[in-house]
Nanobody, 124 residues
Framework: QVQLVESGGGLVQAGGSLRLSCAASGGTFRSYAMGWFRQALGKEREFVATIRSGGTTYYTDPVKGRFTISRDNAKNTVYLQMNSLKPEDAAIYYC??????????????????WGQGTQVTVSS
């Protein structure tokens, strides 16, 4: 049974940084795509970033240049380094995993597994 456990969320001032981690268990994820979505209060869940098994990364435009996604296959872990945080980055961040990468990666529909979420709060 696949489980994703996020950590690293919290409260930070605007302009600050946080690093999210997501540890996957219950399988071997070296060949899987991994990523992050977020959902702010009153808004729809949205794609943030993804990293393919080979290391290729994709980001939503609002976070480009500020966020960096990475992975450690030996630890089955994906990270999201978030710098220059803005109040609009505040949301619950969800770790996601899918067995087959697809061009519809920005859609929540294609992701097989989801973590429980970790809260990120950014004060202005």
């Amino acid at each position: 049974q696949v489980q994703l456990v996020e950590s690293g969320g919290g409260l930070v001032q605007a302009g600050g940084s946080l690093r999210l981690s997501c540890a996957a268990s219950g399988g071997t994820f070296r060949s899987y795509a991994m990523g992050w979505f977020r959902q702010a209060l009153g808004k729809e869940r949205e794609f943030v970033a993804t990293i393919r098994s080979g290391g290729t990364t994709y980001y939503t435009d609002p976070v480009k240049g500020r966020f960096t996604i990475s992975r450690d296959n030996a630890k089955n872990t994906v990270y999201l380094q978030m710098n220059s945080l803005k109040p609009e980055d505040a949301a619950i961040y969800y770790c996601v995993v899918r067995s087959i990468f697809s061009s519809d990666y920005a859609s929540a529909r294609g992701w097989n597994y989801w973590g429980q979420g970790t809260q990120v709060t950014v004060s202005s």
